[in-house]
T-cell receptor
Framework: AQTVTQSQPEMSVQEAETVTLSCTYD???????LFWYKQPPSRQMILVIR??????QNATENRFSVNFQKAAKSFSLKISDSQLGDAAMYFC???????????FGKGTSLLVTP | GAVVSQHPSRVICKSGTSVKIECRSL??????MFWYRQFPKQSLMLMAT?????????EQGVEKDKFLINHASLTLSTLTVTSAHPEDSSFYIC?????????????FGQGTRLTVV
């Protein structure tokens, strides 16, 4: 079974600064997909960024970027120029393909201070 | 983007009664939908995979007779919590994927907060 580990239960960052959230996973597959989801207090799950394992290039979405290290099975999320609205729970997730459910890590609570 | 609508967003029911939660894909077809449960300050745990026109696949430890799933069309899956008890109080979230799209992004409903009193 695939497992996703987020070792940081809580992180704090000052507004405008950069923060990196860690995620590691365990799988024997070579093709898979990795995601970071944001869950604000409303509890609506919002996709932040997606990475296909077959792509060597790290995904980026505006202020959000990932450091995907396939051999190390590591998938960290970097948030640049942090904003107050970035405060939320962040979940790292793994799945094989569209027919499979997402397997989530335990989450990291991000606090953004003024 | 694709939208998944989940209803109701919040429900309070008496112990012993049943509650139905609906999950609809509004602008795409979803042969597969997923139901998750989330306890406070915890992660999303997969309960079952709902397949259109066939029986749902339940995760280990999830009682299929208690959590009834019906996926009668390509746009609707329902989760019925039968004979609810206080320990069933939780946040339930559904997700679905657009079968016509190659990417594997999952779209989530808004979630349902169930409180059993």
């Amino acid at each position: 079974a695939q497992t996703v580990t987020q070792s940081q239960p809580e992180m704090s960052v000052q507004e405008a600064e950069t923060v990196t959230l860690s995620c590691t996973y365990d799988t024997s597959e070579s093709d898979y997909y990795l995601f970071w989801y944001k869950q604000p207090p409303s509890r609506q799950m919002i996709l932040v960024i997606r990475q296909e394992a077959y792509k060597q290039q790290n995904a980026t979405e505006n202020r959000f970027s990932v450091n995907f290290q396939k051999a190390a099975k590591s998938f960290s999320l970097k948030i640049s120029d942090s904003q107050l609205g970035d405060a939320a729970m962040y979940f790292c997730a793994y799945c094989l393909d569209s027919g499979y459910a997402l397997n989530f890590g335990k989450g990291t609570s991000l606090l953004v201070t003024p | 983007g694709a939208v998944v609508s989940q209803h109701p967003s919040r429900v309070i029911c008496k112990s012993g009664t049943s509650v139905k939660i609906e999950c609809r894909s509004l602008d795409f077809q979803a042969t597969t939908m997923f139901w998750y449960r989330q306890f406070p300050k915890q992660s999303l745990m997969l309960m079952a995979t709902s397949n259109e026109g066939s029986k749902a696949t339940y995760e280990q430890g999830v009682e299929k007779d208690k959590f009834l799933i019906n996926h009668a069309s390509l746009t609707l899956s329902t989760l019925t919590v039968t004979s609810a008890h206080p320990e069933d109080s939780s946040f339930y979230i559904c997700s679905a994927r657009d079968v016509s799209r190659a990417n594997t992004e999952a779209f989530f409903g808004q979630g349902t907060r169930l409180t059993v009193v």
